[in-house]
């Protein structure tokens, strides 16, 4: 390398700064023991007893981001991913760390299939107006 800075010039991006490769947040893992839960539409949900995530010197700034944003409202694993601008892979890997230090817990959509029928749930009302 030359003492002219050529040598880092691939590690910057001008506009979007230091250039940190996804398994290096995730220490080169691929997977997570969670993983299996963790497709797109699955929930994640910040635990009631996570007050503050900032304070476990554990977690990574992802993590801390992932509890943060889930706080307020649940976030799909694709909505975190998108918010992140993380990977998927990348994002499944940390929120099932974060399922293991027992910060978030992941819960799974309803199925269109297990949902009540319209029509079901019109008879109910118009009964009980009827009481």
């Known amino acids: 390398m030359s003492g002219d800075g050529q040598g880092t010039r691939h ?20 997977t997570s023991p969670a993983q299996h839960r963790l497709d797109l539409i699955a929930v994640v949900v910040t635990e009631h007893h996570a007050d503050d995530p900032e304070a476990d010197q554990t977690l990574s700034p992802e993590h801390v981001d992932i ?6 409202a649940p976030q799909s694993v694709a909505e975190l991913a998108a918010e992140l601008d993380l990977p998927i892979g990348v994002v499944r890997v940390l929120i099932g760390d974060l399922v293991d230090e027992e910060m978030v817990h992941v819960t799974r959509p309803v199925p269109p299939a297990e949902l009540p029928d319209e029509s079901i749930l019109r008879d109910v009302i118009n009964g009980l107006r009827a009481l």
């Open 11 to 30: 590690w910057f991006d001008d506009e979007a700064g230091p250039v940190v490769r996804p398994y290096a947040m995730t220490r080169g893992r691929t």
């Open 67 to 72: 509890v943060e944003l889930c706080r307020d």
